[in-house]
């Protein structure tokens, strides 16, 4: 079966770091677009950062932009995000997801893949 997996989660201080890591299994993941999003307690999922199937194309919204970077490994088969200088506004369940469509690899909606979802919080 095709799946993803967060992993990396945990509990940060503030201003600290942490890099997430999406792993696919039974795929490439190199063949797809991959786009990290995440759902704060009672907010709605957003997506944050998308990163093409090449690895030349990387996105990310206002509130991220310059705090956090993405990547991928085709060898290991994962893309990572790596996030810096957390806030606790950065609290939330991270998820990444696929998509063949890369113009769409911020939309919740579209994603087809998805993996369970990995929850950062960002606390003193």
């Known amino acids: 079966q095709r799946q993803l997996v967060e992993t990396g989660g945990g509990l940060v201080q503030p201003g600290g770091s942490v890099t997430l890591t999406c792993a696919g299994t039974g795929f490439a993941l190199g063949d797809y677009h991959v786009g990290w999003f995440r759902q704060a307690p009672g907010m709605e999922r957003e997506g944050i950062s998308c990163?093409?199937?090449?690895?030349?194309?990387?996105k990310f919204v206002d509130s991220v932009k310059g705090r956090f970077a993405i990547s991928r490994d085709d060898a290991k088969n994962t893309v990572n995000l790596e996030m810096s200088q957390l806030k606790p506004d950065d609290t939330a369940v991270y998820y990444c997801?696929?998509?063949?469509?890369?113009?769409?690899?911020?939309?919740?909606?579209?994603?087809?893949?998805w993996g369970k979802g990995t929850l950062v919080a960002v606390s003193s």
């Open positions: 997801a696929s998509i063949n469509m890369l113009s769409k690899c911020l939309s919740p909606s579209d994603m087809k893949i």
């Open positions: 990163i093409s199937a090449t690895g030349t194309q990387t």
